[in-house]
């Protein structure tokens, strides 16, 4: 246990000893902290119309202004990174522990089982990603749930192939084949053997997905697809903002910028913990 | 200079640093948005917001295609542009109604059509209005016609339009807009009786010099028009989908006209940039929230007539269409035969009464879903209806979905309430017709069932009593709006800019009419 914390320590001190990692760091970080506190730090209510008071520009009272029915932009951005995080977090993890565990039984079990389940995989992966998700929200309706499953379908693969080849490597290693010619189970060479070894190189595969999902969300939105109204979200703030840009461009900036930063902020943090994770990667640079 | 591109250390972690540090400086104000493009001399530029696919007046798709049929085409008569509907002559010399069901007419004899085809003939009108109805051509547009029967060639350009029975909307949809256009016969007949992307014979006051699908129409005056020469030689047409697009291509000169969003209403109240003006023009368009009474949630009149009462069409008015539309009384236009002063229920809400009323209807607890289209103007009425009706008690889940979704509404049996916009022509015939018993499953998604409605509906038709014909439609609204199944909320407007060298000839509606446009002295 010791082992493992002083391991997510040095994790943590490479991270921070790279400029663009800590970039990351921070602004992830900022964002996990204003999603989860989203409550107490937004000044109104996110949700509540006050249509005298509608598409102002950035004052005291609204650092960000007011939307067309007078709600603040800046409560509605700060909420909305909580509906960002709330389908990006469940989807990439959800992707990831199905495809880890169908990619290590493809990697280890019978070879017809391999066959299926990478037919199964290349299947999911025929369909374009925005046009699935399209399809999805048409038959059972926009909702949070519809996002997170579209995500969270589209992406098993993914981690399932990468899952499947670390499987491929390691089940011919030593260490393994000791295990199992001192009788031990499957359940017990892939949960304690080989899942260290993989989860790693799938964490950073999450790390860099957690934007593509966010933009992905963001744009089911934009197409007025993703969450329902009146739930704040950044792709509803900028398609509002798209449709009202000359009368009022900062729902555009609401709704873009934290988009772009979360996107950078995820994207560096990957970046960097690929480095560390790996250092033979760094070296080849 | 040998460049080794294999040695170039661009790594990954590089260019995400030159990325970021090129995104930020692209971010920085380049002066480009104020350019102005000169204009040339006679040249009017303006905005359509589709591209003129089709030449052919049978399978026109509506206004888009139209004002580029009515530049090139020439009816019996035209629609007059100014604040009033009305008709003026064109192709015509003489038109009379002789009888509820006949129309004489006479042409005039210098009208020739293109390519060698001849003169326009009284052959060629009942060819061209003929095939509209006949079912070999297929022709969407064979409703706007009613109950024609034939023409009756009396002349070489006389003849007589016969009806099957009376019909008063043929002055008004079908004679001056889509179905009226006259096409040459002979030139049709060489095509092989359909006319595609290109005309086969033109004969009005401009020719379509080119199309570059998507980009640019580009209209060239008629050196063989013997009417009256319209102003501008060259009109191009450039379809812009995107209001915003348009009006930042305006404010850079690179149009004389375009319609503009309700948004920027109050902008261009206070000022049109160089030295343009703003035409506000009502629409013809209706905008109302529909309740299916068949759906078992809505089937109670009392809950209905609650949600109408509760639903503040003004707030909607403000917030969504930025106050530069009026509350609809039904779903006639003002400016139309029919057109009721005011609705029953007032457009500002009365949580007192709607309250009232619920607890008469004995509902409680009612969630009801709203369907409405991803457009920010709908999505935003739905979060105020959503936001009002919870006043009264009822929750509302706003479903949103794409045009494609949207639009197959018609058959869905668990709709239950609906945000809905439809598109009108100049007359109350046109608005009625989706409504009927028949349309159950079609375009009449709130299932409104009412015999005496649809009475109305067959016999207003007819009627050329104009008093008497507004009266029994004033009385169809009356019907929708009492069973509780309609919220009736904008007609919308029309806001049109244009430059200080043009004047504008608009139908009342604020649709183009090319041919008219002059030049400001």
Known sequence: MEKSRSELGQIIVGVARDPLGLM??????????????????????????????????????????????????????????????K??????????????????????????????????????????????????????????????????????????????????????????????????????????????????????????????????????????????????????????????????????????????????????????????VDPKLRKQR | MKIEWTNANIGRRRFLKGATALGAASALPMGWANRAFAAEDGVLRVRAYGDAQNMDPAHSVGVVEEEVHASIYNKLIQYKPGEEWGWQMDAATMIEQVDPTHIKFALRDDIGFTNGFGAMTAEDVKFSMERIVDDATDSPNKPDLGPFSHVDVTGEREGTIVLNSPFAPIWSIALPYITGNIVSKAAVEAAGGRIGADPVAESGPYLRDSWSPKEKTVLKRNPDWKGDAPAWDTVEIYPIDDENTAEIAFEAGELDVTRV???????????????????????????????????????????????????????????????AAEPATGIIAPGLAGHRPSSLVPPQANFEKAAQLLAESGETNVTLTLDTLNKTTFTTTAQIIQATLAQIGITVEVNVLESGAFWASGDNENLQLVLNRFSMTPDPYYATSWFTPEQIGKWNWERFNSAEFNEIHETAAGETDVAKRAEMYQRAQDLMEESGAYRFITHEATPVVHSARVTPALRPDGLSLFRYFGKAT
């Not at chain 1, 107490?40 to 939307?67: C, E, F, N």
């Not at chain 1, 990439?92 to 017809?112: C, D, E, N, Q, R």
């Not at chain 1, 790693?200 to 109204?229: H, N, R, W, Y």
């Open chain 2, 261 to 323: 969003s309700l948004g920027s209403v109050e902008r261009y109240r206070a000022g049109v940039p160089n030295g343009g003006s703003l035409v506000e023009k009502p629409s013809l368009y209706y905008v109302w929230m529909g309740m299916n009474v068949e759906h078992p949630k809505l089937q109670n009149q009392k809950l209905r007539q609650a949600i109408q009462h509760a639903v503040d069409v003004p707030s909607i008015l403000e917030a969504a269409y930025f106050g």
């Open chain 1, 87 to 276: 389908v990006a977090l469940p989807a990439v993890f959800g992707a990831m522990a199905i495809g880890l565990t169908l990619g290590m039984i493809a990697g280890y079990g019978p070879k017809w089982l391999d066959n299926l389940l990478m037919l199964f995989f290349d299947t999911i992966r025929s369909f374009p990603t925005v046009m699935f998700a399209l399809a999805v929200v048409a038959l059972i309706g926009p909702s949070l749930q519809t996002v997170v499953f579209v995500v969270m379908a589209t992406s098993i693969p993914t981690y399932g192939r990468v899952a499947r080849t670390q499987t491929l490597t390691l089940r011919n290693s030593e260490f393994i084949l000791a295990e199992r010619s001192m009788g031990a189970s499957m359940t017990r060479i892939l949960g304690v053997h080989m899942l260290p070894n993989i989860i790693g190189v799938l964490a950073v595969l999450a790390a860099m997905d957690i934007p593509t999902v966010i933009a992905l969300e963001a744009g089911l939105s934009f197409l007025g697809l993703g969450v329902k109204p009146p739930t704040p979200s950044w792709g509803a703030l900028l398609k509002d903002g798209y449709s009202l840009i000359r009368q009022t461009p900062w729902l555009v900036v609401g709704g873009g910028l934290p988009i772009i930063l979360a996107t950078l902020g995820f994207t560096f943090l990957g970046e960097s913990l690929r480095d560390v």
């Open chain 1, 24 to 85: 990351g760091l921070i602004i992830v970080g900022v964002i996990v902290f204003c999603a989860i506190f989203a409550y107490w730090i937004v000044p109104y209510d996110p949700i509540a119309m006050d249509i005298k008071s509608r598409l102002q520009g950035p004052s005291a009272a609204h650092l960000l202004g007011t939307d067309q029915l007078g709600r603040d932009t800046f409560s509605r951005v700060i909420a909305g990174g909580q509906v960002a995080l």
